[in-house]
């Protein structure tokens, strides 16, 4: 009597892992309400919402706040954010919620200083006017001491010009690497890339610039390093401290196959970024006008523009904002336990790149929350309490599946890339059964040892996909290796 066939297992998606959801309730004040008031009345997963929303507050915190983390050890309060979301979850009326503040205090600085712009410029038009007259004049001397003495006054002219305040601006989102530069240099080295779309990536990878990844700038603003910046015809200037944030919402295709992308992986820029994989509710919306609550509105736009406004700190360098020693105790374990999924067959060992940063940008997150809690006084003239670092450390909780399962999309896993590649043939060719040397056969160029394809079809049968065959003689020989497909999966070929 033959052994009854097991059943299969249930298939656990290569691109979806389930993941937990995100706690809209651990972000305090004005912005907890209105991610959740948004994600109610777009009805979008308050992922999406949160990220935006985080990488607002993240923009104003990194205006004016630094935490400090060790004696000699300090972070900005800058956050790179990922929401991955398909097209038609309304993810440009949610980027157009979220920056609304920072819009509005762009138009209203721009009205402030209109006055002082409109002089600016009359008075260059004069001088330069005056500088042309003379220049001309000076052409037509013949005297060498009276054209070097109108060449003289030209100049002095030309160095007594007033500059032309520049309108403050608070975000873009669209800049190539080199344009950021100048904008970075023009507005106080701070600056967000806030974006609905996933245009940034071709951007870095170099679209512009024949497909050289132009990434130096873009890297260094995410830890504050200093860069020089060349600006065409305009002289170059030094970036001394340059801070960018993200808030990004492209669509989950846009980030497979980044890992391939020149420089994207080997410097680190995917490892950092804070992910997040919300599961995509179309189809069952229920399609329900619910209103945001006027006053939740207000309290945010409120509670941005006091971040906004707060005064810039003696010096260079922004205010400290401190940890207490509770604070300090919970991040300390969360960096060891960070440390600890790193090692060989933990959970972050094809992602020690994000990993090695998370502990980071857990004491950034957490400078955020804290500055919100006290966005209408001094943050800095209070330290981060134990309950904030907690809240912040459980919201890293779930980036950090997020992100770890987001390291998967993107390939920075090569077991898991591999597997992708496997049953992309399998489905491509409607392969039902298959004999392993088969497919080694028809992806040679992507397995050169029949061990890496092993490895990738090992994942398939871990996550249900297929499952190996009792070896069948094949000839004269070893026998083949038979593999067959899930029929739960095959069914949905037909």
């Not at 991040?331 to 020690?352: F, N, S």
Request: charged share 25%.
């Amino acid at each position: 009597m033959q052994d009854p066939v097991p059943e299969w297992p249930p298939v656990t998606p290569l691109d979806a892992p389930e993941l937990p959801r995100l706690n809209a309730d651990l972000l305090p004040r004005f912005a907890g309400d209105f991610v959740r008031a948004l994600s109610a009345s777009t009805e979008t997963p308050p992922e999406l919402p949160a990220a935006l929303v985080l990488a607002v507050c993240s923009a104003a915190a990194a205006r004016r706040l630094r935490v400090r983390v060790g004696p000699d050890y300090f972070e900005p309060t800058n956050l790179w954010f990922v929401a991955a979301l398909n097209p038609g979850n309304r993810k440009s009326a949610v980027q157009s919620a979220a920056t609304a503040p920072l819009i509005a205090w762009e138009r209203d600085q721009a009205a402030e200083i209109e006055p002082e712009i409109e002089r600016a410029q009359s008075l260059r038009k004069t001088l330069e006017t005056r500088a042309a007259e003379l220049r001309k004049k000076a052409a037509k001397l013949d005297d060498p001491n009276a054209r070097e003495d109108l060449t003289q006054q030209v100049a002095q002219i030309e160095a007594d010009m007033p500059e032309v305040p520049v309108v403050p601006q608070l975000w873009t989102s669209d800049a190539t690497p080199e344009r950021l530069g100048s904008i970075l240099a023009d507005h106080g080295e701070r600056m967000a890339w806030m974006s609905s779309e996933g245009g940034v990536f071709d951007l870095l990878a170099g679209r512009y610039s024949g497909g050289v990844p132009n990434l130096d700038l873009v890297l260094k603003a995410h830890s504050g390093d200093s860069e020089r910046v060349d600006r065409g015809n305009r002289p170059p200037v030094y970036l001394h401290h340059p801070l960018l944030t993200v808030g990004l919402s492209p669509q989950p295709s846009v980030l497979r196959g980044l890992a391939t992308k020149p420089g994207f992986r080997g410097r680190g820029l995917l490892g950092r970024f804070l992910y997040l994989l919300p599961p995509d509710p179309l189809g069952f919306r229920q399609l329900e006008d619910v209103a945001m609550p006027e006053g939740t509105r207000t309290a945010y736009d409120a509670g941005i523009r006091a971040m906004l406004d707060w005064p810039p700190a003696e010096g260079e360098r922004p205010h400290v904002v401190r940890m207490t020693p509770e604070a300090t105790t919970a991040w300390k374990e969360y960096q060891r336990a960070m440390e600890a999924m790193m090692r060989p067959g933990g959970d972050a060992e094809h992602a020690t790149d994000w990993a090695a940063k998370a502990p980071g940008a857990a004491a950034r997150l957490a400078a955020v929350l804290h500055a919100v809690q006290h966005a209408h006084s001094r943050p800095w003239e209070s330290a981060i309490s134990g309950e904030t670092m907690e809240a912040a450390l459980e919201l890293m909780g779930t980036l950090t599946q997020h992100s770890l399962a987001a390291m998967d999309l993107v390939g920075a896993d090569p077991t898991i890339d591999g597997a992708r590649r496997v049953w992309r043939w399998i489905e491509a060719g409607r392969h039902e059964r298959f004999k392993l040397r088969d497919a080694h056969s028809a992806l040679r160029g992507r397995f050169d040892r029949v061990k890496d394809l092993r490895e990738a079809v090992e994942v398939l049968e871990e996550r249900g996909y297929i499952r190996e065959l009792e070896n069948e003689p094949d000839g004269p020989g070893r026998p083949s290796t038979w593999l067959e497909v899930n029929p739960a999966v095959t069914g949905a070929w037909s």
